[in-house]
């Protein structure tokens, strides 16, 4: 049976992004046409400020098309190099709009996002975290690789360009010679190293995608990308390292970073370690120098100054928090790394179960380790790893542990 699915276009970023690239306006045909490709379209919607000169062609060729277009108003404020500053709230109503379709139409089993901007992040994460599945299409080099990365599928705007021009052309077209994944890999890698950029696997994919037009590691035989990476290492044709907390990219040629014994989860933090030199801690508890008081907890560790973590999971946590954090880590891999248990807290915060700042995050994750609540423990990340790093297991054996995990 056909699964159902609903696109949703954020149209301001695919044009701009269309129009910057390939100095031409959006495909819709093209697009829907794909988007067929995983299911029966029963609702599409684009969103955009139509009043603007670019955009106010696109109405009547959206509607022929069944896609509806959603106005959102652009609006201007003094700044900038043109004396005003432009802002609207396509991102906040797109993901509204697309959240309230999410509840009132439990059927709809795919959704499409057309766009490359990574505030979407968040809202993959709650499409996925319902069971559905979330395909992207963007325009390669504009797109967000962490969206890349967050979707289940993504599909590259210039492969539907070349599937379209081979439609129209199929005696013409000669067949394209098979292309060698592992060799795209090496050449990614070679193409950012010499672009001086970031070479996470995000990006790395990302790269891929831009050479090949499409390119999905299943087919391939692997899960994930990084399985699909780590067995290129194997083969000797690049090297890995964890650095900056992700998985960096390498060729065999170079110079590996040097591994640090310690890790970001390891490192003492700053203020506690002030507060044990006495830099900015008087001896009666009271804070000197600067206050942070723009907010009242962070205010109330600094005048209570416990060593050696100012953030105490008892006090400072609800019950109901302290038993989310803990249910939210005890569902991850164990043993896991910091990412992992930073990033399952970060999703309670963003699903709204939780109300912590990135700092706070940090805080808690510190409280953990010092409350016993997490052992570390030294471990490759995968077998052919040159170097161990830090994981962090979940201490269930402690009785708090047990009683968090029990809901008490």
């Not at 592992?182 to 995608?209: D, S």
């Not at 995050?361 to 077998?383: E, Q, S």
Request: include cysteine.
């Amino acid at each position: 049976m056909t699964e159902d699915l609903a696109i949703f276009i954020d149209w301001e970023n695919i044009y701009i992004s269309t129009v910057s690239e390939y100095n031409s306006k959006p495909n819709v045909s093209a697009i829907l046409e794909k988007a067929r490709e995983y299911g029966r379209i029963v609702s599409a919607a684009a969103y955009a400020d139509w009043t603007e000169g670019d955009f106010r062609q696109a109405p009547p060729t959206l509607y022929s098309n069944g896609i509806s277009p959603r106005y959102i108003s652009a609006r201007y404020f003094p700044g900038g190099r043109a004396q005003k500053r432009r802002t609207n709230s396509i991102d906040v109503m797109l993901a509204v709009e697309c959240s309230d379709f999410l509840h009132n139409h439990p059927q709809v089993d795919t959704y499409v996002l057309v766009t490359g901007d990574g505030d979407f992040i968040p809202l993959v994460s709650l499409l996925r975290s319902q069971g559905k599945n979330v395909v992207v299409i963007g325009v390669s080099e504009a797109t967000s690789y962490h969206l890349i990365e967050s979707a289940d599928h993504f599909i590259s705007y210039s492969s539907l360009l070349e599937e379209d021009r081979a439609a129209r052309t199929p005696d013409r077209e000669p067949k394209k010679k098979t292309t060698d994944p592992y060799g795209e890999l090496v050449r990614a890698v070679e193409a950012l190293k010499k672009g001086g950029k970031t070479r996470v696997l995000g990006q790395v994919k990302q790269q891929m995608i831009v050479q090949l037009g499409s390119f999905d590691e299943r087919n391939q035989g692997f899960k994930k990308f990084k399985d699909f990476v780590v067995e290129a290492e194997r083969r000797n044709l690049v090297n890995t390292v964890d650095q900056d907390l992700e998985l960096q990219v390498y060729l065999p040629d170079e110079k590996v970073p040097e591994q640090s014994e310690s890790d970001l989860a390891a490192e003492e933090p700053r203020e506690t370690a002030e507060a044990s030199a006495g830099g900015n801690v008087r001896t009666n508890g009271q804070a000197s120098g600067h206050e942070n008081s723009r907010d009242g907890r962070a205010a109330r560790e600094a005048e209570e100054a416990p060593a050696p973590a100012e953030f105490d999971l008892l006090e400072d946590l609800t019950p109901y928090e302290l038993k989310t954090i803990t249910q939210s880590v005890a569902n991850l891999r164990q043993p896991a790394s910091f990412v992992e248990i930073f990033g399952s807290i970060r999703a309670l915060d963003e699903r709204g179960e939780l109300e912590l700042t990135r700092e706070e995050i940090g805080d808690v994750i510190t409280a953990m380790l010092d409350a016993d609540f997490l052992n570390r423990v030294r471990a490759k990340p995968y077998k052919q790893a040159r170097a161990d790093m830090t994981f962090f297991a979940l201490n269930k054996d402690k009785q708090e542990v047990k009683a968090a995990l029990n809901g008490g």
